[in-house]
């Protein structure tokens, strides 16, 4: 199986439902196997794991400031947890096994309440076993509507993910564990899909304003996306607006965790096909499809406002404390030690335990924090690729501004890609009380010791 632009009919009846042992209540967030079309067309259906049946899961959509109570119900063979990604939550309700609550075991259940402080493109997923968990589907979208919506005529969410099939069968391929994938670019999979679907339609109209809201829940798989027969601008990045929209041009960068508000015109003409494109070096492929048809209501729009921001507290980052932080390890830069706990490996020990990457000098979440802030301290954290891939860095329960080239700030983000050899500063108001996760979000990095955290008290 290969990726490719060739064009494969969809149907939703190739979706079977295994049974589900449970019966769940409305407010209930299933997570149970099931049987999906997500290999094209003639391809047998894969089994995944789902919240609710399939993938991605469960579309919670909420107004900002709303309650969410969601019990997860656990009717997998593993035990298992959920994180909402990039919500400023309670810290109890985080869901990260061994730091704020324990795993959820097969059978039994764990109430999930909280309330959305603010409007934009969240998500959830397992966060135990999270390399393996996430790459079998066990992730789905989080919505929080603005008071005020802005004006578009669709309102579209597109997750995409990167799956490794394997081609007979069309079964995830079970090698999760792997000592080449954890050391070099993580899991990268053979087929890439939307929404649990090869290359989806979306019929639109002619000149609509469509808002896009896309959600990288691949494993490792970082996008150059670009948009054919659609132009407009880029509203918020990880849920966040920005202060002023910023206007499509060539490419842009999706790592994965990371999400991207856009809203676009339909510029191409009826009977044509908008698409969005994956760009890659040897050209590219279509991710999603827009097939135009004469629009009824819409009239072209002139420019655009932009979102209303959410409330987000004043960063005062010129005397705050700065904090390095060093990624090492992996392919070509190879750990020549590490500690797990205070004990100091080899790299050749850590390898044989399976890990390949340190922040620090530490292989695996170390015992004490790597930053003890105050509650409302700002503090700088400078990310050091010293490695020869990409990483890309989230912190659990606050968003932070990223401090550009010139010292100025820019957009608030939950997850930040550092490119290898680069360093990238972020400023950060601990705002939020809790221990709170800090890691790669290349899953498999992250289980392969890419993995801190931080205290706010
Ligand atoms: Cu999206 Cu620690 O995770
Ligand atoms: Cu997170
Ligand atoms: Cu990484």
Known sequence: MMLSRRRFLQTSTAMLLVPVGVRAASSDLV??????????????????????????????RVRQGERVQRTLVNNLPQPTAVHWHGIRIANAMDGVPGLTQEAVEAGASFDYDFVVPDAGTYWYHSHNRSMEQVARGLYGPLIVEEASPPDVDRDLMLMLDDWRLDPDTAHIVNDFDNGHDLSHAGRLGNLVTVNGRFDPDYPVGTAERLRLRLINASNARIYDLSLDG????IVALDGMPLEQPLPVEETFPLAPAQR???????????????????V????????????VSEGAAATPRQGIDPLPPNS???????????????????????????????????????????????????????????LDARLGQTHRIEFVNETAFPHAMHLHGHHFRIVLPDGSLGPWRDTVLVERGQSRQIALV????G??????HMLGHAASGMMSWFRVS
């Open 312 to 370: 987000m507290p004043e960063v005062q980052y010129d005397d705050a404390p700065l904090h390095r932080m060093v990624l090492q390890g992996g392919a070509m830069r190879w750990l020549e030690a590490a500690k797990i706990g205070d004990t100091e490996l080899t790299g050749r020990e850590l390898a044989q335990l399976g890990r390949f990457w340190a922040l620090n000098g530490y292989a695996e979440r170390p015992k004490d924090p790597f």
């Open 230 to 233: 659609l132009s407009g601008w």
């Open 430 to 433: 601990a705002d939020n009380p």
């Open 280 to 291: 890659e070096r040897d050209g590219g492929f279509g991710l999603a499809r827009f097939p």
């Open 31 to 60: 997570a149970q196997a099931a049987a999906q079309q997500i290999a094209p067309d003639g391809y047998p259906t894969t089994p995944v794991w789902t919240y609710g049946g399939s993938v991605p899961g469960f579309d919670i």
């Open 260 to 278: 991207v508000d856009l809203i676009v015109d339909v510029t191409a003409k009826a009977q044509e096909i908008a698409s969005l494109v994956s």
């Open 435 to 440: 221990d709170w996760l800090l890691h790669c």
